[in-house]
C-alpha cells in the first residue's frame, strides 16, 4: 500500500468530490429519518413470528433469573455462574421484557434490532466525512441488507450489539479525527464504545480497537498520538466502567471463576486443531465471509481495477484507515479452525462504508475515471433476480394446497410478488438515468429485507421445531402445583426458558456411595446424561424436544420423570 502522496488523483475525481459536499462537521439530515423507516420496514414484519431459536433462549432465560434473583452482577443458568458473555444482552432483554411485560421473542429481538438501526446512523455519519448523502445512505443500507446482517439482526445473539459497540469505537475514533474533535473527547467518546463491547463479548472488542488503531497510527506514522493525556483519559473512563461490573463480579463469584469466564470462549474456537480442519477452515472461510455480504460484496472487486484504486483520491485516508481494520483483525477469526464469519461482523461496516465509495466512484463523472459499469450491471442483475423471484413467489402460492400460517397462500404470493415487481421497476428506471440512482440502490435493500421478513422467514417457521413451549406447557399442568422439579446436571436451555420456575441443578452421576438425594421430580438432557446412568427407580413422565428445527429422530431432548418405588420404566412418555 503507497502513502497518500504517491497515489496521484485525477483532477476531474477531486473536483466531483467537491461537488459531492461531504459533511466536515455534525449535522443532522433528514436521511436519518429515510434510515428509521427502511430498517423499520426490514426487520420489524414478523418478528415474532419465528420461536426461539439457537442460543435466544439461553441469553434470554439468563435474564429471567436475573430478574427471579435480583442478581444484575453474575450471569447465570439454573444459578450457576454462565461462562460465556457478561451481561449488557441481559441487561437490555431484561429491560425490554420489563416493559413489555414477557421475556417472549419480542423482549430477546428487538434489541438486536435497534443495534442494527444505530450501526446504519453510525455507517451514515462516518460515511458523511468523505462521501456524499446518497452514497452514504446506500452504505448504511448495503449494511443493513447483507445476508448475515439480516439474519443475526433479527435474533436475539449477541453478534449486533457487539457489531455496534466494536465498529462504533473505530468508526467514531476516525470520524473524530476527521472532523478535528478534540483528541480527549475523540478517545473518551471511542473509548465509551470499547467498554460496551468488552461488556458485551469480552476482550474481543478492546483486542479489535487496539489493533485497528495501532496498525493506523503505526501505518501513518502518528504513534506518538497513542501516548498523549487525552488517550489515557479515555483508558481511565474504560476502566472505570469495565471495572464497576467486573469488581462486583469477582467478589460475588470468585477468582477462578472470573479466569474461566475469559478462557473458555477463546479456547473453544481451538478444539479441533487436526490439520485437516485447520487447511480446510483456511480455504472455506473467505468463500464463506464472502457470502455473508452478499449481494453488496460484490461491489468491493472493483477495488481490483487499477483505474479505480488510482481515483481514490482525497478518500484514501479513510480507505487505508478502514481496510487496515479489515487486514489486522481477520487473522483472529480466520485462523481459529471453529472461527465463523459471524465473529467477523464488527468489520462489516468497515466493508459498507468501502461499498458506499465504490458506489459513488460509480455514480460520478466523467465515466473515464469511475467504473461506472459496476452500478447499472449490479442493478441490473438485481432486476432479474427480483423478477425471477416474484414469479417463483407464484408459482409456490399457487401449488400451495395447506391452510398453516407458516405455507405461502396464492394471496400473500400475490402481494409479495407485486411488492417485488414494483422495486424492480424501481431498480430498472434508476439504471436507465430515468431516477436517482439512489432509488434503484434503496429498492434493492428493501426487497432484501421484504424477502427475508417474508418468504425466508416464513420458510424457517415451516422448519422449527415449534413444539418445545406447547409440551412444557402441557408438562406443567400434570405436575403437582408445587412440584419442585430438579435436574441432573445443567439441562437444555430452551427446556428452562419456557418451564421458567426455577429448576436446582444436582451433579450427576454422584459419588460412589453417595446417595441420589431427596427428590421427587426430575429432568435431564439426553446429551449430558444418559439415561441408563439413572439408576434410581423411575417412571418417564414426558420426552421434550429441544432442536432448533423439526428433525427426525430428534437429538436435543430433555427426559423428565419422577421417582417411584418400582425398577425404571422408560416406556412411551406421556408428553411429547
Known sequence: MTSERELPAAPEVLEDLQSAAPCRRPSFEWEFFLLVILVGAMYLPWLGMLPMRGEESRRTHVAVEMAQTGDYVVPRQQRIPFLSRPPIQNWLIGMVGWLRGDWDVMAAR???????????????????TFLTRAASLTAAL???SMAQVLELGRSGETDMLFTLFVSGSLLVWHMGRARSWKPAWTWTVAYLFVAFGMLTKGPQGPIFFALCVGAYLLWTRRLRDAFTWAHLQGIGLFLLIVSAWQVPYVLRAGWETT?????VEVAARFDDARWAKVAEHLVVFPLELFASLLPWGILLLVFLRADFRRAIGSAQDHVVFLLLCVAVTVPTCWFPPLGRPRYFMPMYPCFAVLIGLVIERCWSKPPSV??????????????????????????????????????????????????SFGLAALVAVSCAGRAPA?????????????????PVTSLQYRASNRTTGPAVARLKE??????????????????TYYYRDPIPVITWPPSPG???GNFTYFC????????????????????????????????????????SSERPRTASPAVE
Open 478 to 495: 400434570t405436575l403437582p402445583p408445587k412440584a419442585n422439579l430438579v435436574s441432573l446436571s445443567v439441562v437444555d436451555h430452551l427446556f
Open 524 to 563: 435431564f438432557s439426553v446429551d449430558l446424561v444418559k439415561p441408563e446412568q439413572v439408576t434410581f427407580p423411575h417412571e418417564i413422565l414426558a420426552t421434550i424436544v429441544c432442536d432448533r428445527n423439526a428433525i427426525e429422530p430428534p437429538i436435543r431432548r430433555v427426559y423428565v420423570g419422577r421417582r
Open 110 to 128: 428487538l434489541p438486536s434490532v435497534a443495534a442494527v438501526l444505530l450501526t446504519t446512523f453510525l455507517i451514515y455519519g462516518y460515511s458523511r
Open 438 to 454: 439512489v432509488t434503484g440502490a434503496m429498492s434493492i435493500a428493501l426487497f432484501l429485507g421484504m424477502i427475508f421478513a417474508g
Open 370 to 419: 469511475s467504473p461506472k459499469w459496476a452500478w447499472p450491471a449490479f442493478g441490473w442483475a438485481g432486476v432479474f433476480l427480483m423478477v425471477l423471484s416474484a414469479a417463483v413467489m407464484l408459482v409456490a402460492g399457487v401449488l400451495d394446497r395447506s391452510d398453516s400460517p407458516s405455507g405461502l397462500p396464492l394471496g400473500w404470493a400475490a402481494v409479495w410478488a407485486v411488492m
Open 259 to 263: 479466569k474461566s469466564f475469559y478462557g
Open 514 to 516: 453417595q446417595a441420589p
Open 142 to 144: 448495503a449494511f443493513a
